[in-house]
């Protein structure tokens, strides 16, 4: 059964900084993308970053670009999102997600695989 489990999320000040983490089992991610989707109440589901597992390519959102970055540790079978300098507009349900989807990374209908996503809160 194939599995991305989100976790990492929480309350942090404007300023701060948390580590998403995205577990992956179940298969063979090998050439895959893992994205990371975020979404707040009323509005659609968007990009934030990417990473392809292959290569380590990363992509960014312009909004997260210079804040956030996106790595993979093959061997754990994990993807991260660092996300430093936090805003109170970065308050979201964050999900990762893979599928076979570059360089069209930003499009989630391309995506497979979603996690159950981890909600993070900044307090300004």
């Known amino acids: 059964q194939v599995q991305l489990v989100d976790s990492g999320g929480g309350l942090v000040q404007a300023g701060g900084s948390l580590r998403l983490s995205c577990v992956h089992s179940?298969?063979?991610?090998?050439?895959?993308?893992m994205g990371w989707f975020r979404q707040v109440p009323g509005k659609d589901q968007e990009f934030v970053a990417a990473i392809t597992l292959s290569g380590a390519t990363t992509y960014y959102a312009d909004s997260v670009k210079g804040r956030f970055t996106a790595s993979s540790d093959n061997a754990k079978s994990a993807v991260y999102l660092q996300m430093n300098s936090l805003k109170p507009e970065d308050t979201a349900v964050y999900s990762c997600a893979a599928g076979r989807t570059a360089p069209w990374v930003s499009q989630k209908s391309r995506y497979d695989y979603w996690g159950q996503g981890t909600q993070v809160t900044v307090s300004s």
């Open positions: 179940g298969r063979s991610f090998s050439g895959y993308t």
